[in-house]
C-alpha cells in the first residue's frame, strides 16, 4: 500500500529538519555498521510471469514518468516483465523538503494496471559532489543526510509496490578510461547510505547497484571499499555496440570470477543493454557507428540467449521506443519502436522471443532431452499452436514491417541469407487448419548434416537450448566467432522438430545463417 501523500510543505520542512537533527552523528554510523550486510528479501517479481527459470525480461521505457502511461501497454504488448522506474532527485523533491508526488503515483498505477512490475531507481545528480558534511550549499545538495532523507522517504511511499532498488549515479561526460576506476569511492558512499536508509525504510528490500562489467578495476575497488557486501546484486552495464552479442558470457563470467575470488556470488542483471539504429557516426557521445535494423532485431534475440547462458537472471533491454526521430543520435534511436510509434523489426523480434520462450529454463531440463524415435513413413499433421501469432499478425500477414518505403523481406540484404541445410528430410504436413495460420512442418534433424554445411562455409554453430513444461527449444544461429553447438546438436540428432525464425513464422526447411531461428522438438510426436 502506498505511503500518505502530504501535501502541506509547512510540516514537511519542520519534520525534516527534525529529522536531521536527530540524524547527525548516527545516520554515518548506521550506514558503517548495516551496509556490510546483504539486504536479502523475496524473489524478483514474486508474483509475477518467472520465464526461463527466474530470468526476467526487463525493459526501459525512458526517464521521464509521464510517458509511462502511453508507453506500458506497448511493454505488455510484447511481454516485457519489468520496468525501471527512475526517480530523480532534483525532480522529485525540486526543494527541501517539497515532494512532487503525482507523476510518479501515475506512471507506477499505469505500470501495475498492464501487470509490469516496477523496479525502483534512486538517481544521484552527475552535477553533485561526492556526499559529505561539509555544507549544504546548492540543492539537491551533497550532504550525507540529505541524500538519505530522499532515499527514506521515495522508498517508505512506493515500498508497497517497488521491493527490488538500484542505485544510479549520474556521470557528466564521456567515462575516463584511466581514472573512471576512482569513482567506484563515491558509489560505495552512496550505495552504504541508501542501503542503510532501505533497511530501515522496507526490510526484506533488494538492492542493487550498477556496475560497468567490462571495467573488472572499478569493480575490485568497489568490493575492496565494502561496496558488494552492502548489495544484493549488480545491474552490469556491458553494451558493445556496434559489435555482436557474440562473447559477452566471457565478460560476465570474468565479472563472477572476480567477485568469487573475494568469496562472494552476487545476483546479476544486465542494464541498459541495447543497439541504437542510427545512421553514420553518433552526434553524442560515444561516437560510433549503429546498426541496421534487421541488426538491431537480430541482436535482440541472440544478446539474451548469450547472457541467458551466462547465469544472468534479468535482461532491462534499452529500450522501448526512441527518444526523438534524429536519425544521428545514437541516444535517440536505441528503440523497438520509432518515435511516432511505428514498430522496428526488433520489437517483432523481441515479442516472438518472450512468446517462444516464456515459462522456459536455459538448458535440457531435469529430465533431460527426449531420446529420438524410429522415423515414420507417414505425413504428420502440424498441431497449429502457432507461437508469434501476434508477432506475425502485426507483420501484415507474415511480411516485416514497411520502413522508409520499403520491406525486409527476403528481397532485402538481411544478416542470415544461408541456403537451406537441405539433408535433414522433411515429412509433410497437411493445408493450414485454419485461413491465415501456417504451421511448420516436421524436420527429422540431422545433425551430422547440419555440423558439415557450417563446416563447409567456414562458420561455427551457436546453439542455446531451454525448456520447461514439456517443450525443448534451441536457439540456433552461425557465426565466424566459436560457439557452442557441437556440444547441443548432438542432443537434436534424429528428432523431429519444427523451425520458425526470429519472427515466428514457421518455414519448411532448415535455413541456418546469422539470424536466429528457433527449432522446437515435436513433442507431441515423441509422447502421442
Request: proline content about 9%; hydrophobic content about 45%; overall charge negative.
Amino acid at each position: 500500500m502506498r505511503g500518505p501523500r502530504r501535501r502541506d510543505s509547512r510540516r514537511l520542512i519542520a519534520a525534516y529538519l527534525l529529522a536531521a537533527l536527530l540524524a547527525v552523528g548516527f545516520v554515518w554510523a548506521e550506514a558503517e555498521r548495516t551496509a556490510a550486510q546483504p539486504l536479502g528479501g523475496a524473489f524478483l517479481f514474486p508474483e509475477g510471469p518467472s520465464p526461463a527459470g527466474g530470468m526476467q525480461f526487463g525493459m526501459h521505457l525512458g526517464e521521464t514518468p509521464g510517458v509511462f502511461r502511453w508507453h506500458a501497454p506497448l511493454a505488455a504488448g510484447v511481454r516485457a516483465g519489468a520496468v525501471p522506474l527512475e526517480f530523480r532527485w532534483d525532480v522529485v523533491e525540486p526543494a527541501p523538503g517539497r515532494f512532487e508526488w503525482t507523476r510518479y503515483d501515475q506512471a507506477v498505477d499505469a505500470l501495475q494496471a498492464h501487470g509490469l512490475h516496477v523496479v525502483g531507481v534512486l538517481h544521484y545528480p552527475a552535477d553533485l559532489p561526492p556526499p559529505g558534511r561539509a555544507s549544504r550549499a546548492g540543492w539537491p545538495s551533497a550532504h550525507v543526510d540529505d541524500w538519505d532523507y530522499f532515499v527514506h522517504r521515495v522508498v517508505s511511499r512506493y515500498g508497497g509496490e517497488i521491493r527490488d532498488w538500484v542505485v544510479v549515479r549520474g556521470r557528466a561526460g564521456a567515462p575516463d578510461p584511466l581514472f573512471g576506476a576512482a569513482e567506484a569511492d563515491v558509489d560505495v558512499q552512496l550505495i552504504r547510505i541508501a542501503a542503510a536508509a532501505l533497511r530501515r525504510a522496507l526490510p526484506g528490500a533488494r538492492l542493487w547497484a550498477v556496475a560497468p562489467g567490462a571495467d573488472l578495476r572499478w569493480l575490485e575497488l568497489f568490493m575492496a571499499r565494502g561496496g558488494l557486501a552492502a548489495v544484493d546484486g549488480l545491474a552490469l552495464d556491458v553494451n558493445r555496440w556496434p559489435a555482436g552479442p557474440e562473447g559477452l558470457e566471457r565478460v560476465v563470467a570474468d565479472v563472477r570470477a572476480l567477485a568469487a575470488r573475494a568469496g562472494s556470488s552476487p545476483l546479476l542483471w544486465v542494464w541498459r543493454f541495447g543497439y541504437p539504429t542510427h545512421t553514420g557516426l553518433s552526434t553524442s557521445e560515444p561516437k560510433r557507428p549503429g546498426v541496421s535494423r534487421a541488426e538491431q532485431a537480430a541482436f535482440v534475440v541472440k544478446a539474451h540467449a548469450v547472457l541467458w547462458s551466462a547465469g544472468v537472471s534479468a535482461v532491462f533491454w534499452n529500450e522501448l521506443v526512441d527518444r526523438s526521430p534524429d536519425v544521428s543520435d545514437a541516444r535517440a534511436n536505441f528503440g523497438l519502436y520509432e518515435s511516432v510509434g511505428r514498430g522496428k523489426p526488433a520489437a517483432f523480434a523481441y515479442a516472438t522471443m518472450t512468446r517462444m520462450l516464456s515459462g522456459l529454463r536455459y538448458g535440457a531440463g531435469d529430465a533431460g532431452w527426449p531420446s529420438a524415435p524410429p522415423r515414420p513413413t507417414v505425413s504428420v499433421v502440424a498441431d497449429g499452436r502457432g507461437f508469434g501469432d501476434e508477432a506475425r499478425d502485426a507483420l501484415d500477414d507474415g511480411e516485416e514491417p514497411v520502413q522508409d518505403g520499403g520491406t525486409t523481406g527476403p528481397e532485402e540484404e538481411r544478416p542470415g541469407d544461408g541456403a537451406p541445410f537441405r539433408d535433414s528430410e522433411t515429412v509433410g504436413a497437411d493445408p493450414p487448419l485454419q485461413p491465415g495460420l501456417s504451421t511448420p512442418e516436421v524436420i527429422w534433424f540431422d545433425a551430422e548434416a547440419v555440423a558439415a554445411e557450417a563446416a563447409g562455409r567456414g562458420v561455427h554453430i551457436h546453439a542455446h537450448p531451454f525448456s520447461g513444461g514439456g517443450r525443448h527449444v534451441v536457439v540456433l544461429w552461425t557465426a565466424h566467432r566459436t560457439g557452442d553447438g557441437a556440444a547441443v546438436l548432438p542432443h537434436l540428432d534424429g528428432l523431429p522438430v519444427r523451425v520458425y525464425d526470429m519472427f515466428g513464422r514457421p518455414t519448411h526447411a532448415l535455413a541456418l545463417g546469422t539470424e536466429p531461428i528457433y527449432v522446437e522438438v515435436a513433442m507431441e510426436i515423441l509422447t502421442p
